[in-house]
């Protein structure tokens, strides 16, 4: 009856932390001792009972305001003076504006909605098929999360007990410049040199404006991922900093905020954050029943009784985050996976650091496949092109994105590296 509450809910379309707890409360109410109800909100109170948890909607709050303070525009023609002239600059613009704007909001979605708005109009503009800039601009927005500040990056540090937040900050750098790298090659292979596609990315202001104009935003990231690095600051901290650097440049700098939209703003934020905390809440509670049977010890000992090598251990990991971000919302899969494979992965060799960014990495291509990838629908909402041709126009990037995981996952040097290098 449990499972049945749990995937009817699922089904049916109820959020994955109302079917859990759903699932959950049904299971504690008509159990045996020592299941009782009292377990659950007391349960729920310590997954949340964190102050590195702040840091989640405090950087949330930051990329709030700083997509309101205009910054959007800013970052493209940066990213316009860097590769626009180059063949399909406008389609290279998009991607490296991904990749700064990762360093800005973290979230796939935000880059998504933003940067879309965009480009999506301005490449169809320039001849490209509306479908493809859509699946351009959802691909390309799945580096925001891997490149650091990264929400999921926190989570994960929080999951998992003895993995440093430095360290997997500096982990994502590589793997989301690579990604970048991969998509620009494969985008400049295959889009065709016509009138519509020829090197000279958008308009917009001057080659020094813009590079003056993109200095501010981008030295957000450096100074927020550089005081962690330094031991300055804990994480936590950092956030607020972010915050209230993202507040000064919105309000007195650019401008671009009034103080009459800030309370739009908060609770904007606030909703958002609540989204991700519920579903944190709920997980903890579900595992404190795994752990108290003792699945994930089960798990570990059936994985290194069967599994005769780290190769085939994380091959199967792949495709296992590859078919659970089909249907989960990423941290939530994290959340319910990882107190379970990274034992496992320990036990196998594999580095704490280097299986948190392939989880990650792994988690956020989710975000691009159906049937329940949010940038996706984003993209989709912002193209209305159809979800099936829209669908059709992504699978490229998909591949391209899967290859990148697989070099990331059997040569791990790309992940470890710059941590290692800096002493971490």
Same mark, same amino acid.
């Given at each position: 009856?449990?499972?049945?509450? #749990?995937?009817?809910?699922?089904?049916?379309?109820?959020?994955?932390?109302?079917?859990?707890?759903?699932?959950?409360?049904?299971?504690?109410?008509?159990?045996?001792?020592? &299941?009782?109800?009292?377990?659950? /909100?007391?349960?729920?109170?310590?997954?949340?009972?964190?102050?590195?948890?702040?840091?989640?909607?405090?950087?949330?709050?930051?990329?709030?305001?700083?997509?309101?303070?205009?910054?959007?525009?800013?970052?493209?023609?940066?990213?316009?003076?860097?590769?626009?002239?180059?063949?399909?600059?406008?389609?290279?613009?998009?991607?490296?504006?991904?990749?700064?704007?990762?360093?800005?909001?973290?979230?796939?979605?935000? !880059?998504?909605?933003?940067?879309?708005?965009?480009?999506?109009?301005?490449?169809?503009?320039?001849?490209?098929?509306?479908?493809?800039?859509?699946?351009?601009?959802?691909?390309?927005?799945?580096?925001?999360?891997?490149?650091?500040?990264?929400?999921?990056?926190?989570?994960?540090?929080?999951?998992?007990?003895?993995?440093?937040?430095?360290?997997?900050?500096?982990?994502?750098?590589?793997?989301?410049?690579?990604?970048?790298?991969?998509?620009?090659? &494969?985008?400049?292979?295959?889009?065709?040199?016509?009138?519509?596609?020829?090197?000279?990315?958008?308009?917009?202001?001057?080659?020094?404006?813009?590079?003056?104009?993109?200095?501010?935003?981008?030295?957000?990231?450096?100074?927020?991922?550089?005081?962690?690095?330094?031991?300055?600051?804990?994480?936590?901290?950092?956030?607020?900093?972010?915050?209230?650097?993202?507040?000064?440049?919105?309000?007195?700098?650019?401008?671009?905020?009034?103080?009459?939209?800030?309370?739009?703003?908060?609770?904007?934020?606030?909703?958002?954050?609540?989204?991700?905390?519920?579903?944190?809440?709920?997980?903890?509670?579900?595992?404190?029943?795994?752990?108290?049977?003792?699945? /994930?010890?089960?798990?570990?000992?059936?994985?290194?009784?069967?599994? !005769?090598?780290?190769?085939?251990?994380?091959?199967?990991?792949?495709?296992?985050?590859?078919?659970?971000?089909?249907?989960?919302?990423?941290?939530?899969?994290?959340?319910?996976?990882?107190?379970? #494979?990274?034992?496992?992965?320990?036990?196998?060799?594999?580095?704490?650091?280097?299986?948190?960014?392939?989880?990650?990495?792994?988690?956020?291509?989710?975000?691009?496949? /159906?049937?329940?990838?949010?940038?996706?629908?984003?993209?989709?909402? $912002?193209?209305? $092109?159809?979800?099936?041709?829209?669908?059709?126009?992504?699978?490229?990037?998909?591949?391209?994105? $899967?290859?990148?995981?697989?070099?990331?996952?059997?040569?791990?040097?790309?992940?470890?590296?710059?941590?290692?290098?800096?002493?971490?």
């Amino acid at each position: 009856m449990v499972y049945i509450i #749990l995937i009817g809910g699922l089904l049916a379309g109820a959020p994955i932390a109302v079917a859990i707890l759903a699932a959950l409360l049904f299971f504690m109410g008509t159990g045996e001792a020592p &299941y009782t109800l009292r377990i659950v /909100p007391t349960e729920i109170f310590k997954g949340l009972n964190s102050f590195p948890l702040l840091a989640i909607p405090l950087f949330v709050l930051a990329g709030e305001l700083m997509n309101e303070s205009g910054i959007t525009g800013r970052i493209i023609a940066f990213a316009n003076v860097l590769v626009g002239r180059m063949r399909a600059g406008l389609a290279l613009v998009n991607i490296w504006a991904s990749v700064i704007f990762a360093g800005l909001s973290g979230s796939a979605v935000a !880059d998504t909605s933003a940067i879309g708005r965009v480009f999506i109009p301005e490449m169809e503009k320039h001849g490209y098929d509306r479908a493809y800039a859509a699946a351009l601009t959802a691909a390309s927005s799945v580096i925001g999360p891997i490149i650091p500040p990264s929400i999921p990056v926190i989570i994960y540090a929080l999951i998992v007990s003895g993995v440093s937040v430095p360290a997997l900050f500096l982990a994502g750098v590589v793997p989301g410049i690579l990604l970048a790298i991969f998509l620009s090659g &494969y985008v400049m292979m295959t889009v065709k040199v016509d009138k519509g596609h020829e090197a000279g990315g958008i308009g917009g202001p001057s080659k020094g404006q813009a590079l003056l104009q993109g200095i501010l935003p981008l030295l957000m990231p450096v100074l927020v991922v550089g005081s962690i690095l330094l031991g300055i600051v804990t994480p936590t901290e950092a956030a607020s900093f972010a915050v209230g650097y993202a507040l000064i440049l919105g309000l007195f700098v650019y401008r671009n905020i009034r103080l009459s939209a800030l309370p739009r703003i908060f609770s904007g934020a606030m909703r958002d954050s609540a989204v991700i905390l519920i579903i944190i809440a709920a997980v903890s509670a579900a595992n404190w029943l795994l752990t108290y049977n003792r699945v /994930p010890n089960m798990l570990t000992d059936w994985v290194l009784a069967n599994v !005769d090598s780290k190769t085939t251990f994380l091959i199967a990991v792949i495709i296992l985050f590859l078919f659970v971000g089909l249907f989960l919302e990423g941290i939530a899969a994290m959340l319910v996976l990882v107190p379970i #494979l990274h034992p496992i992965a320990v036990s196998m060799g594999v580095d704490p650091t280097h299986f948190g960014i392939l989880v990650i990495f792994n988690l956020m291509i989710g975000l691009i496949t /159906p049937p329940l990838g949010l940038c996706l629908f984003v993209a989709e909402g $912002v193209a209305n $092109v159809g979800m099936a041709k829209l669908i059709r126009a992504i699978m490229p990037f998909f591949f391209v994105e $899967v290859l990148v995981l697989i070099i990331l996952t059997f040569v791990p040097q790309t992940v470890i590296w710059l941590p290692r290098a800096l002493g971490y």
